[in-house]
């Protein structure tokens, strides 16, 4: 039997993690993602786990490279300034292909920026934030339902994969309270005999390393890891669409500004205005070919966003420049209304000599 | 009927080293393997490597290992060991690592009495990166980044881990000891000894920090780095045992 209970975004992760088998976090706290740490404060030691507060992000995130070299599954969450912090240590979770996962609760920035939610993450989640050629495989939820589904999921493709996972969030959906089921979330479980767990009966050392002072060798690791990365590529793509069929404008938006987004995609379609939704749901890997695919047949594009637009790059990439991408954003912890996309949508079919 | 009476630890692979002549990390290397032999726990130790010369120390070492960002070990060491409580989880560290970049972590471990053992040698400069400055160089000492000598005025006095670590409640032994002569190897072993067993008893964090030479970074021969070492360092980084507590059991 299905049962729902009402809780905060920042719980639900906590929640899903602890039954996707989590019984490490290490974290420091920051808004909006308090909610987390105090969580799996309140609830590790229920289940036998492991909380620990760390002295700071960096600390924290190296606490994770450790345990999740170590065989566990691990996880640590953040906001913004917080993540800027850990990028040293996920480089290096990357590099010794380690499974774990990283919450980052965004706020506005640069710099402290503010407290209320925001976007302005995406090009530092997506394309690096650390040294080196790696990826972190990000998932954006929008909705409390979402943020447990994708956690027990990020859990999963970390250890499949061995990769670090990202959940990009924002304080809009960390502080959001709705219903959300944790039944029938499957939970995969994968052996790690690479993992240091002391020799024991094995004849050979498990090492964690990530220094290659060989530059052939160093080669030979980038090379193995863009490998995973185009397997990523091709089979962990996720997305969602509405009314894209016969939509002369797609609106493209991932996590809090997607609801936004729909909102406002109702408003149009009640008056008449062809326009569809087009989510992403990994943002790295991002569903390129099926955002290509769905706005084969609009005349525009309309990319909304927390942030100045840093997205509308890798909408443009998608579908190689062939039509008119517009931006509409917020920044600095600003939310827009359904009626200020709708404004925009109007716009730009003002400008086709449309409606 | 013959008996050996002196052969490479266990705990130790069977390859040659990348330490310059003169470099006391392989003799340090040499203390903890033996440690780990004779306390019988090769099958279980987990050990934290550093960045700097003793980067590739997890390539010596026969055990199960990971290699840490510059500093961070202690965080590292906390992860694994709150993973796997009855395994023996050690980190080996320099003072630019240790003292510098990696400052926090340490003090922070040793604060929440995390259950493991540091091996921390002091050679008084960054070796790996080509000898500059580190927060333990000496006053007046010259060194890459301190080129008209180590300023007092700008560069402040030498960092005396050790008893800054031993003010600490959850640090529960923290010795300083020397490979310089056979007396202090003597001494030195004992000391890793007894950090390795706080730890298997579970009392709380344990530190040996080892002075040691960096000939090659110093200028010096071999011999003249350790003349070197006993009249400029051992007055400023004086040997003992700074805390040794028994733990409640
Ligand atoms: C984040 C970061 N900063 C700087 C370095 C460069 N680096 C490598 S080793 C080292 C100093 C190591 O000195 P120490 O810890 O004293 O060890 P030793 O080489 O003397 O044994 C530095 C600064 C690095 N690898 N990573
Ligand atoms: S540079 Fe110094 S510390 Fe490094 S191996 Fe050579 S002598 Fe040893």
Redesign the pocket.
């Known amino acids: 039997m299905s049962e729902k209970v009402l809780m905060k975004g920042n719980e639900a992760i906590g929640e899903a993690a602890v039954i996707a088998g989590c019984r490490y976090y290490f974290g420091y706290p920051i808004t909006p993602q308090s909610e987390l740490i105090e969580y799996m404060a309140k609830r590790l030691p229920q289940v036998q786990g492991v909380f620990l507060q760390a002295e700071s992000e960096i600390a924290a995130i190296n606490m994770v490279y450790g345990a999740a070299g170590a065989g566990a599954r691990v996880m640590t969450s953040s906001s913004s300034p917080g993540v800027s912090l850990k990028q040293e240590g996920i480089s290096y979770i990357a590099a010794g292909e380690l499974p774990c996962v990283i919450v980052n609760i965004m706020r506005g920035g640069p710099g402290l920026g503010g407290i209320q939610p925001g976007q302005g993450d995406y090009f530092q989640a997506t394309k690096g934030g650390g040294h080196g050629d790696y990826h972190c495989i990000v998932v954006a939820p929008n909705s409390v339902q979402e943020m447990a589904e994708l956690t027990v999921h990020a859990f999963n493709i970390a250890d499949q994969y061995r990769n670090p996972v990202m959940i990009l969030g924002d304080g809009a959906l960390g502080q959001m309270m709705e219903p959300v089921d944790f039944h029938d979330l499957p939970v995969i479980p994968v052996e790690k005999p690479w993992a240091t767990t002391g020799m024991g009966e094995r004849e050979q050392p498990n090492q964690i390393d990530t220094l290659r002072l060989n530059p052939e060798k160093l080669e030979e690791v980038n090379n193995t890891l863009q490998k995973k990365y185009a397997l990523l590529q091709e089979r962990e793509v996720r997305w969602e669409e509405t009314f894209t069929a016969d939509a002369e404008l797609v609106l493209v938006a991932y996590g809090i500004s997607s609801r936004i987004a729909y909102s406002a995609m109702e408003l149009a379609r009640e008056k008449g205005y062809k326009v569809g939704l087009f989510r992403p749901i990994t943002l790295w890997p991002f569903p390129k070919a099926a955002l290509e695919k769905a706005v084969d047949k609009a005349a525009a594009v309309l990319t909304l966003e927390l942030s100045a637009g840093q997205m509308v790059e890798d909408v443009n990439l998608a579908i190689r420049c062939s039509k008119p991408v517009h931006f509409y954003g917020r920044t600095g912890g600003m939310m827009m209304s359904p009626q200020d996309v709708f404004d925009q949508i109007v716009k730009i079919f003002a400008t086709k000599g449309g409606k | 009927m013959a008996e050996k009476l002196f052969a490479r630890p266990q705990s130790l692979v069977d390859v040659s080293s990348?330490?310059?002549p003169?470099?006391?990390?392989g003799i340090i290397h040499r203390l903890v393997a033996e440690v780990i032999d004779e306390l019988g726990i090769q099958k279980k130790t987990i050990g934290v490597v550093p960045v700097g010369?003793s980067v590739l120390a997890d390539q010596y070492f026969n055990i199960d290992s990971q290699q840490a960002a510059h500093g961070r070990a202690p965080a590292v060491a906390t992860g694994i060991k709150r993973v796997h409580p009855e395994n023996v989880v050690f980190t080996y560290q320099?003072d630019g690592d240790i003292a510098a970049i990696g400052m926090a972590e340490v003090v922070h471990a040793a604060a929440r009495g995390e259950k493991i053992t540091t091996i921390f040698v002091n050679?008084a400069?960054y070796?790996?990166t080509g000898?500059q400055m580190a927060p333990t160089t000496l006053v007046n000492q010259v060194t890459a980044t301190s080129p008209y000598g180590r300023q007092l005025s700008s560069a402040g006095s030498p960092i005396r881990l050790s008893e800054l670590l031993a003010t600490l409640d959850g640090a529960k032994y923290i010795a300083r000891v020397s490979v310089n002569d056979p007396a202090n190897m003597t001494k030195a072993k004992k000391a890793i000894k007894t950090a390795f067993e706080v730890q298997i008893r579970g009392e709380g964090f344990a530190l040996v920090e080892v002075v040691a030479?960096?000939?090659?970074?110093w200028g010096k021969s071999p011999v003249e780095a350790k003349k070197w070492l006993k009249e400029n360092m051992l007055p400023q980084f004086p040997l003992g045992v700074y805390k040794n507590i028994e733990g409640v059991q």
């Open positions: 990348h330490y310059c003169g470099c006391q990390h010369c320099g050679n400069i070796g790996m000898g030479t960096c000939p090659t970074n």
